[in-house]
């Protein structure tokens, strides 16, 4: 659309009394008739910054009559607090649950507190790595993979072992080795520190800007912490590939890979998510579809599902910090139990 004036018009003001306060007032009248009907062009940003005070998904601008969407236009969202008629979860970090059909936040407390996140950092790895790799690629583990830290969980691969990313994602999402996550990240980056780089970014792309990583494992490091609201939008991307749904519904493994001197190792592994081994039940009208553990000194028990109603609507759940195993899932029991 083009806009032009008038000259002829303005030039006749000339001759009329009071010329110039009407001339003022015309070309104020103008002026709002190009900003009301989008004469010209014009920029609208809506910057997210990390750490940023207001999260992009309560950003909306509105100008010339169009309406910005929202970064939340399909997501659950909740600006504070909402535990009525929920649960009361005094013991844990962050807990939340969300409607992922019908949009809607059914509970959330704390879902914005940056926490650490454990293995559910493991969300995140299979994303990127899912996202930049190929499932067939083959990779080699490096000296790095020897993980010396106590309590680490590992599958036990050596310097010199070769797996397919597929076999290293099973490792990762249903036994959550630590080793495997190196495995994966210096396979698909070419180092942990270039793998880390893209969860960083991966994470600023899907809006998740209350977040920061610095390992591929969720193993204890300071500048490593994730919010309950992050890891929500975190694992519904990560739902949108077919393989990752697929593991995180498995409740065991088996599989044979190539060890450095070229012979065959066997791997075999048990779901560490105790619902899938029905060590605990849901309530009677959900089911546990699949998710990620994560447990670690720091982060306490930490737990994030995919889980559906008796009609089928599905649902994303988390936990951070609980204080026991047996208290994460008790209290998760509790969560699912909003669910109608």
Aim: hydrophobic share 40%.
């Amino acid at each position: 659309m083009k806009c032009t004036s008038n000259k002829s018009s303005f030039a006749r003001l000339r001759d009329l009394p009071a010329a110039n306060s009407l001339k003022k007032i015309i070309l104020c009248c103008a002026f709002l008739v190009l900003f009301l009907t989008g004469c010209g062009s014009a920029k609208y940003d809506m910057p997210y910054e990390e750490q940023g005070n207001v999260s992009s998904y309560q950003l909306i601008n509105t100008a010339n009559r169009e309406t910005i969407d929202p970064f939340a236009k399909e997501l659950c969202v909740a600006a504070k607090d909402v535990t009525a008629g929920g649960p009361d979860l005094q013991q844990i970090g962050a807990a939340a649950l969300f409607d992922t059909k019908n949009l809607d936040t059914l509970y959330a407390k704390n879902i914005h507190n940056q926490l650490h996140p454990a293995s559910l950092t493991k969300v995140m790895t299979a994303l990127v790595a899912l996202k930049h790799g190929s499932p067939d690629d083959i990779y080699t583990a490096s000296d790095n993979v020897l993980i010396t830290e106590s309590g680490a969980v590992l599958c036990g691969i050596k310097p010199g072992d070769k797996m397919t990313l597929d076999q290293a994602l099973h490792a990762l999402l249903i036994y959550s080795g630590n080793d495997v996550a190196v495995l994966i990240a210096e396979g698909v980056a070419g180092s942990v520190e270039n793998f880390i780089a893209l969860m960083n970014e991966e994470a600023q792309s899907i809006g998740a800007t209350n977040c920061h990583f610095m390992n591929p494992n969720g193993l204890t490091e300071e500048g490593h912490y994730v919010t309950a609201y992050d890891l929500y939008l975190i694992f519904q991307e990560a739902l949108k590939y077919e393989l990752f749904n697929q593991i995180i519904q498995m409740t065991s493994y088996s599989t044979v890979y190539t060890a450095a001197d070229g012979s065959q190792k066997n791997l075999e592994v048990e779901n560490s998510n105790l619902f899938l081994r029905g060590s605990y039940e849901a309530p009677a009208n959900v089911t546990v579809v699949g998710g990620k553990t994560g447990t670690t000194n720091a982060a306490g028990h930490c737990l994030i599902l995919l889980s559906r109603g008796s009609n089928g609507t599905p649902y994303i759940s988390v936990i951070l910090k609980d204080e026991s195993r047996e208290g994460l899932y008790t209290d998760m029991g509790d969560l699912l139990g909003i669910i109608k």
